[in-house]
Every structure is written in C-alpha cells, then in structure tokens.
Nanobody
Framework: QVQLVESGGGLVQPGGSLKLSCAHS????????ITWFRQAPGNEREEIGC????????HYQDAVKGRFTISRDNAKNTVYLQISNLQPEDSAVYHC?????????????????????WGQGTQVTVSS
C-alpha cells in the first residue's frame, strides 16, 4: 500500500517561497509518478503538475509554469514542489498523489498525471 506524506507548508509573506515535500513509500512499477494538486476552502481542486519516475519528466498546468517546480530526491524517496513569488491566491492545502497507471492528461489548461491516491496535504497560507 503506497503511502504519501506531505510537509513543508506554513505561513509565508507575499513574494516569498516555499519548498513542499512529499515523502513516499518505495514505489514499484505500478506507482511510477507523483502529482501535485491544491484545494482552497470553497474552491474546486486545482491541478499543478506531475513528475514521472522513469526519467524525471515533468508536466505542468499552464497557470503555474514559471513559479512552480517539481523535482525529486531518489535517495530520500521524496518529491518536492518549489513555489516562488507566492501570492495570497496560492493559499490552499497542497496534496501529492499517485496512481497505478501513468496516464498523462492534456487539456487546454496544460498537463498533469491522473491519480487515485493522495496524502493528507500540507497547508500553505500566504498573508502579510
């Protein structure tokens, strides 16, 4: 059973940066990617993007390109989400997720990887 644990959230001033972590149990060939998404109270889930383990290829939604970066540390079984120039509208609970089959979804909003399992999330609050 794959396990995902997010950390690194907190209170940040506008313009600041954060690096969120997703610690995951060791993956098998069935779980071969990590997706990040976020959800603010009263809002719909917003996809961010994903990273494929096979070759570290990343996919992003267009709205986050340039400010959000997904990376990994294989030795630590951890995937990161670096966010720069944070704004109040970035306040949300950030989740990492995965699924048994890698399916890259392309929409007018950009790309991400489908998922069906996710962690509890980490809260990011951007406020002065």
């Amino acid at each position: 059973q794959v396990q995902l644990v997010e950390s690194g959230g907190g209170l940040v001033q506008p313009g600041g940066s954060l690096k969120l972590s997703c610690a995951h149990s060791e993956f098998t060939s069935d779980y071969s990617f990590i997706t990040w998404f976020r959800q603010a109270p009263g809002n719909e889930r917003e996809e961010i993007g994903c990273l494929e383990f096979s070759d570290s290829t990343t996919h992003y939604q267009d709205a986050v390109k340039g400010r959000f970066t997904i990376s990994r540390d294989n030795a630590k079984n951890t995937v990161y989400l670096q966010i720069s120039n944070l704004q109040p509208e970035d306040s949300a609970v950030y989740h990492c997720a995965t699924g048994q089959a890698l399916v890259v979804v392309t929409t007018p909003e950009g790309e991400t990887c489908e998922y069906d399992k996710w962690g509890q999330g980490t809260q990011v609050t951007v406020s002065s």
